[in-house]
């Protein structure tokens, strides 16, 4: 990396020296080769010869092109290169502080928004760091040595001829903040876009059931419709723009014809000299000229570097005391102290919950939708943190935890399981060092779902497809059940796993999950109280607030909350066998 940015300034700097050298030839031969006039004392060890000097120069002037040539072909390459790596290591960055936001950060981003920061944005900066940055630093330098060198040779001429540099500058600044501003709305409505497609195209069953194709195209139309017509006006400003300062210079470069020729007829001034002065100033006005073409593309980088920046700025990482504690192997005792959460002002979730989960025990939590369950478990890995309140592991507070160790006691089946585009037994060894077909083959034995994945289109090779869309719901569960029995973690989280299965599979699943529960202090939320019988302890769950506690024979011996439930299942069961009865 250093090599590079050193090659391509040193590349650079011959570039600019090549330009600055590059009138002189023609200044002699046209003052000593074609007006015979003597050259300067320290050039009075060249030939004389008029024919002989003609081949000096022009030899000069070939060298000089071949050096440029070069030079220019180094500086380009190598600046681009080593902004194209700043720009990965910026991307890769952006992606791992993505990944390291907390729940709040990820519920409130849209996912399609964040792509679009990833790949457009990133793009944006990138193709302004490969096409302006080399004609950036290379201009500039060669800009620099042109109008020390134009003073040099002549002020009187240099004040001239830069008369109009302060409308220039300020008409730069005005363009340039115009395009960026412009730009900004662009990139935002391509987020907006991007949010669009990512939400259609992760729902198109439900979008075409619903017959909405129609409403969501007009929606992506829209946004990219806003996007289209910001890029027009950023279009407008450029072409606005560059003629504007060709304009200019070209206004400058009459005046200082105008005045040099005079100065000529007085004798003043040589033809050689006027003709290095006009070539300066066509080198000097090339790359400002080159340089406004590139307003656009810099003005896209600029909105979209701050876009970039804006995430890699925000920080809502969970919060990690400065000195965790590091934790190799918990024994898994769970303890909830006062846990109140609330997701805001609003919505309040938890008040005052207080839980034993002695290690190795198994406790369940019931209660209606929307009573907390999920938010109660999630706290135990920190996806949330109480508002007051702990959750303590081994006595822990869960809190002063190193992070990654605690979720590595942790085996975690959301309600909604997440499969990964792979195999079955790639997807079982998720998250885990090591392990090969045959490990997952050896978990999902014990656990008793073999049978199942065997019976998947390919067994365990079979492809599951972004988002597990291959396979039924139940089976996913078979997958995420069989995950999380690989991780072989001290603690056992169960997000109602036996919601919307078959009979058939349920008790398959519930048979599973009895053996996932042998050994790990286990949490389960479930409806499917008559599943159940294995846990030791259970926790009825109203509003946030522990109701009833204790085992399933105590709790159908207290006839409260717990009791009614339960008798509502059996009698719903007997229902079903009465129907069954009947339709046979
Ligand atoms: N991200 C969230 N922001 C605001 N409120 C939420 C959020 N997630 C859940 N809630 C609210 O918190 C309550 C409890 O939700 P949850 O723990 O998912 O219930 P359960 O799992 O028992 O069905 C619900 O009233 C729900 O509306
Ligand atoms: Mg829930």
Redesign the pocket.
Known sequence: MRGLLVTGLLASVTSAVMQWIAPWPLKYIFDSVINHKTLPSWLSWLPTSANSLLWVMVGVMTVVALLLALSDYFSTRCVATAGQRVIFAIRAQLFRHIEAQGAGFH?RRRVGDLLARLGGDVQAIQSAVVTALPTLVRNLLTLAGMVVIMFVVDWRFSLLALVLAPILAVASRYYLNKIKSIQRRARQADGEASSVAQEVLTSMTVVQAFGAEGVEAERYEEATGRGLEENRLAIVAQSQFTPLVTLAMTISTVVVLYFGVRSINSGQLSAGDLLVFMAYLRGMFSPIRQLSKLAGVVGRAHAAADRVVEILNTHEEVLQAPDSLRLRSARGTLTLRDVNFH??EC?K?LHGVNLDIPAGTRQALV?L????????LRMVPRFLDPTSGVVALDGINVASVNLADLRRQIAYVPQEPYLFRATVWENILYGREGGDRRTAVKVARRAGLHEVIESFPQGYDTMIGERGLALSGGQRQCVSISRAMARHAPVLLLDEPTVGLDAELESLILAALEIAADGPTTII?SHQLSGLRWVDQIAV?SDGRILESGSHAELVANRGVYWSLNELQNAHLHDLDVDDSISL
């Open positions: 519920q997701y805001n919505t979730v209660g939708t929307g009573s907390g369950k999920s938010t109660l939320v769950l």
